[in-house]
């Protein structure tokens, strides 16, 4: 059985809804949460787009590596992580460690509709590519680190907020 004092990762590509659950499942389950979006926001003092756009996604791989470090120090939490962040295997390892690793899923087209009109991510705002096309090429590279480093993976596309959380719970036995 999976155990109640593992930190609680969740992880998957944007627009999948990791900071959505994550708040509401510490709000079903008391215990506290991290995204680690706002976190590298706070330490850096601006948005996620002006640091891609003024420092470089380069930068912004430092500074997220930074607070996986930081975050992964933290016991019973819940975190939910940025989409990119797998792409570093050392970030992949600390997460691995006494942490469960719960991946959320969806398909092109509700990742398509759910970031579409935010303007908020640099990797799918500032590209000449057709946004779906963008959206595969990016899933093709990451699929692998998803699937390796999940204990679990829920589909969403067609649950709400709330049957997602009480699936994370059922299934963890929180
Ligand atoms: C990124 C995902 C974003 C954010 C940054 C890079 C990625 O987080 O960390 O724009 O590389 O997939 P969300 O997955 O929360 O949108």
Redesign the pocket.
């Known amino acids: 059985m999976m155990s109640a004092k593992k930190r609680i990762a969740l992880i998957?590509?944007?627009?999948t809804g990791?900071?959505t659950v994550g708040k509401a499942l510490s709000d079903a389950t008391g215990r506290d949460f991290i995204d680690?979006?706002s976190l590298?926001e706070k330490r850096a003092g601006k948005s996620?787009p002006r640091i891609?756009s003024e420092d470089g996604e380069k930068s912004?791989r430092e500074l997220?590596s930074k607070v996986v470090r930081e975050v992964c120090g933290l016991e019973s939490v819940i975190i939910?992580f940025?989409?990119?962040?797998l792409?570093d295997p050392s970030n992949a390892s600390e997460i691995a460690e006494n942490t469960t690793v719960v991946l959320l899923r969806s398909s092109v087209d509700t990742v398509i509709s759910r970031?579409s009109s935010h303007n908020t991510?640099?990797?799918l705002d500032a590209t000449t590519q057709p946004l779906e096309e963008r959206v595969k090429a990016?899933l093709v590279d990451r699929e692998m680190l998803y699937t390796d480093a999940m204990d679990l993976a829920v589909d969403t596309d067609s649950m709400s907020v709330g049957e997602v959380v009480a699936e994370i719970i059922r299934r963890l036995n929180l």
């Not at 998957?12 to 627009?15: K, P």
């Not at 940025?82 to 962040?85: A, I, K, Q, S």
């Open positions: 998957g590509f944007m627009g990791k900071t680690t979006d590298i996620i891609f912004f997220e939910s940025g989409g990119g962040v792409l970031t991510r640099p990797l990016l």
